[in-house]
């Protein structure tokens, strides 16, 4: 048997119409080859689908069960091919997409998600979060797709683009003598003779080697007083008096009694987030989920 798509649909034009010339006229074909396909269909089948009379064309009981089938066939054929579609466009689907701690914490992150699920509601989301290390190593194992993290040195097969400059700050007790500066903020050479609070290694953040370059840029070594793997941890150690922290602005919504954030007059004072990929991804979701955050996202930090 080698019934195709074909007779499915000549038949149910022939069945809705009960009149081959109309049936014909519906499908922009002539009449007979039109009768001739429904004639194969019937001998494949090895049953009669249409009861012909020279006064009207009738469904049989087989045709009538054959009618309902066809019918669900094809609609699930056009069901598919609209899938297709749709996948092919990046309006379906799941997403794995990881993101550092801070990231929910940059202005307008939840708006730029928001956007995006509000334009594509059939991808589902997998969020995750991650460091900057363990995105990297997810993202070259194919156990994430995108990661939303500090700009860093990517291996060859990964490729990033930025999406907004989180501006650096220096967190301090508020009773130290420069936290009277207020919004004015301070130059970064004027920690030079601070102690610091910094993240560890193995905390697998870009944001330790930024500090360390706007140290060496304002011309000093860092007096390294404490590490930790946690921001939190760090603004805590800070309000304790270990010395002073150098962080992302978002992390200031991270409220400790008795600490102030001062945003630091410098050009280098700011910690660039990225969307990162792997190079050879040709996910259609990858790339609307890429254009919708750097069109519409977080830019605007």
Known sequence: MNVDLRHLRYFIAVA????????AE???????????????????????????????????????????????ILGRVDDAAE??????????????????????????????????REAYPAVRL???????????EALLDGRQQVGLLRATALPAPLISHKIVDDPLVAVMRADHP????????????????????????????GILDQFLAM????????????????????????AAGFGVAVLPRALRHVRIDGVVYLAIDSPDAASELHLAHRRDDASALVKVFAATLLADGIRKS
């Open 16 to 23: 809705d119409e009960l009149h081959f010339s109309r049936a």
């Open 178 to 205: 420069l936290a009277k500066r207020g919004a004015r903020g301070i130059r970064m050479r004027e920690l030079a003779d601070e102690r610091f609070v910094t993240f560890n290694r193995a905390a697998g953040t």
């Open 215 to 238: 140290c060496r840029n304002a011309g000093f070594t860092p007096r390294i007083a404490q590490e930790a793997g946690e921001a939190s941890t760090m603004i805590g150690l800070v």
């Open 26 to 72: 519906r499908l922009g074909i002539s009449q007979p080859p039109l009768s001739q396909q429904i004639r194969d269909l019937e001998s494949m089948l090895g049953v009669r689908l249409l009861r012909r009379t020279n006064r009207r064309v009738e469904l049989t009981d087989a045709g009538t069960a054959y009618l309902a089938a066809a019918r669900d």
């Open 83 to 116: 899938l297709a579609l749709r996948a092919s466009r990046g309006e379906i689907g799941e997403l794995q997409v990881a993101f550092t701690r801070s990231t929910p914490l940059i202005e307008r992150f939840s708006q730029a998600i928001h956007t995006f």
């Open 126 to 136: 997998a969020l995750v979060e991650r460091n900057t290390l363990q995105q990297i």
